[in-house]
């Protein structure tokens, strides 16, 4: 799982009931708008993630209309088991790194 897609995960797992739109993922997650679309794309895909547009007129707002999305329950509980996965690769890789080097004592 990509270091972004973590971010997306894990701002979004911060209040699992939320609804957020775009932008407030972008900011809680430090990423462009570029790189979560994707992502929150391929979550609503699979099934983690549902998302509604917002219901007003975005001449009145002076702004695009808003889309929301929310972790289904399936997809924070997934969401949760593959973080837990991720954290254990990186843990088991820095392990490997921090191995002595051959020949030290």
């Not at 972790?71 to 509980?77: Q, S, W």
């Not at 843990?91 to 020949?103: D, F, I």
Request: glycine share 8%; net charge positive; with cysteine.
């Amino acid at each position: 799982m990509t270091i972004p897609t973590q971010l997306v995960l894990r701002a979004l797992l911060e209040d699992p009931l939320r609804e957020m739109y775009g932008l407030e993922i972008c900011q809680a997650a430090g990423l462009a708008p570029g790189t979560i679309h994707p992502i929150l794309a391929r979550f609503e895909g699979i099934g983690w993630l549902e998302s509604r547009f917002e219901d007003v007129d975005p001449r009145e707002v002076g702004r695009p209309r808003r889309r929301y999305y929310w972790l289904t329950p399936n997809g924070a509980e997934q969401a949760r088991t593959a973080l837990a996965r991720s954290q254990v690769k990186v843990t088991l890789l820095l392990g490997l790194h921090r191995s002595p080097a051959r020949g030290a004592t």
